[in-house]
């Protein structure tokens, strides 16, 4: 991301709710448009304010707190700051978080919702809310499973009620499927839960092999929050691969590339592939994956390699 200004040739300043999390731990970085150089010096060339109730991220954190322009808050805290982009990524996406900690992953996309996009309002700036490409999936609401998508669904019509009442500039993404470096080991999600287990030669028991699902390289993904944030579309974008893969191709590709010894299970279980992303709108950005799975997932391993 180039260093972007704000009104009148300021250095740009972002507030990032989630800033300890995966995507948002990259995008604090990819604001920031830092650069180290030889001694190990950091210097930023705009302004992260970071809303993080560290729950996940502390170790993330810690690494982003060494660049200049880089400031931490816990939810609640009053910012007086000027701020040109509030981008609410606070959430809970994995499925062991949503389903251990249900009634704050309601409130990430309801509460903390609403009160990013009046912030945003009254710092008159432009408001950016990560949603998922899963949010038109059928699904029961008073499910366990499904308050992570209703959450979304809620924050998604908030945020265009809010846009079309008072006029704040809105920009929405709907992320299929991210996976990449930073992670959490015990993350529940499909990528990293067959990487940990083929990097430990255990076996992997997959559920629904033949299932079809997209996955989108971490630095693919900042790329076009990048693109959306700074375009003038307000309406939903969504944003992922068109090439799928199956499950228990995933897991094979995973074993190889790991240099594993663990075997795999393979459970029969009719589940709905997931549908592709519409990425009409992404594209007209100048938009699209440049990533490989393979490509991507020999670099994740590695950052798991040094972790478990």
């Known amino acids: 991301m180039a260093a972007h200004l704000g009104p009148k040739g300021k250095r740009g300043k972002f507030l990032i709710t989630g800033g300890g999390g995966f995507i948002g731990s990259h995008l ?45 808050f816990r939810p609640g805290s009053f910012i007086a700051d000027e701020i040109y982009y509030v981008l609410h990524f606070a959430s809970y996406p994995s499925p062991k978080d949503h389903l251990r900690m249900p ?56 945020t265009m009620a809010f ?22 080991v015990d993350d529940g999600r499909v990528v990293p839960t067959f990487i940990v287990k083929a ?25 076009a929050i990048e693109r959306i944030l700074y375009s003038d579309i307000c309406e939903p974008v969504e944003v992922g691969s068109l090439q799928r893969i199956s499950i228990v191709t995933l897991a094979r590709k995973i074993i190889k590339l790991a240099g594993s010894k663990s075997k795999l299970t393979t459970t029969s279980q009719q589940i709905k592939d997931e549908r ?29 390699r040094e972790r478990i």
Request: hydrophobic share 35%; charged share 25%; aromatic share 8%.
């Open 103 to 158: 009634l704050e992953t309601l409130a990430a996309d309801s509460q903390y919702t609403m009160e990013m996009v009046r912030l945003a309002h009254l710092k008159n700036a432009v408001f950016m809310l990560a949603s998922t490409g899963h949010i038109d999936q059928e699904h029961d609401p008073t499910n366990e499973r499904g308050i992570y998508a209703e959450g979304k669904r809620f924050a998604e019509a908030y």
């Open 28 to 72: 604090c970085r990819k604001c920031l448009s830092y650069e180290e150089d030889d001694s190990g010096t950091f210097a930023a060339c705009n302004e992260v304010l970071c809303i993080d109730n560290l729950n996940n991220g502390n170790g993330r954190i810690a690494d982003l707190q060494r660049i200049p322009g880089f400031r931490v």
């Open 276 to 304: 592709l992303p519409d990425l009409h709108k992404a594209m007209e950005l100048g938009w699209a994956p440049k990533i490989e799975i393979e490509e991507g997932l020999v670099k994740t391993i590695e950052y798991f």
């Open 199 to 223: 990097l430990k030669d255990e076996v992997l028991n997959v559920q629904g092999g033949d299932q079809l699902i997209s996955l989108t390289y971490i630095d693919d993904m900042v790329d």
């Open 163 to 184: 846009h079309r009442q008072y006029g704040t500039e809105v920009r929405i993404i709907r992320m299929f499927n991210s996976y990449g470096p930073g992670m959490r």
